[in-house]
């Protein structure tokens, strides 16, 4: 199913939705609702385990359905920033929202000033990214991750700034 995206650009989208999750956290709980809800909406929505082929490049196929989706609904999590994918997820994200991309944080069973200030379980996965810089011999392996710690960082920042939906302390959301 393609669709026009409203914006300027009107650049051909395949996806209503692009769902980001840390799986471990909500994919069979939160997530797993929210995403039958949307498909019963009737949105056609992105979700990692049904939209990517085996035997396919994961990196680049995430790109291209974000590049490919309307709405981004980013479901932060306790383990969030554990993940190195979510994160490099975010980041892609943050940067379509210049192209009239529609970015919807939701802050499940966190708060958002803890992941905006990287507090709590964001401020042990931070310290986890900054024990592995120290431990890292080569210079240019550390300089990158470095930069990329920086970056989601900044994305973490930026994202607590949108609109979007606390559902910290409610019963699965």
Not at 13 to 38: I, N, P
Not at 46 to 60: A, M, P, Y
Not at 132 to 142: G, I
Request: aromatic share 10%; net charge negative.
């Amino acid at each position: 199913m393609k669709f026009q995206e409203a914006s300027s650009s009107a650049s051909p989208c395949t996806y209503h939705v692009f769902l980001s999750f840390r799986g471990e956290d909500t994919r069979k709980t939160f997530t797993d609702h929210l995403y039958t809800a949307l498909g019963q909406a009737i949105f056609h929505t992105f979700r990692d385990d049904d939209g990517i082929e085996k035997g396919e490049d994961i990196k680049s196929e995430l790109e291209k359905a974000i590049r490919e989706s309307r709405i981004s609904i980013i479901v932060f999590s306790k383990n969030y920033a554990s993940s190195t994918w979510c994160l490099e997820e975010l980041v892609m994200i943050l940067k379509r929202k210049t192209s009239g991309h529609i970015v919807l944080p939701v802050f499940y069973d966190v708060d958002p000033s803890e992941v905006g200030k990287q507090t709590g379980s964001f401020e042990e996965a931070f310290t986890r990214y900054k024990e592995k810089l120290k431990s890292e011999t080569d210079e240019l392996a550390k300089e990158k991750l470095k930069d990329k710690v920086g970056t989601w960082r900044a994305a973490l920042r930026e994202v607590t700034n949108l609109a979007g939906m606390n559902l910290q302390n409610q019963v699965d959301g």
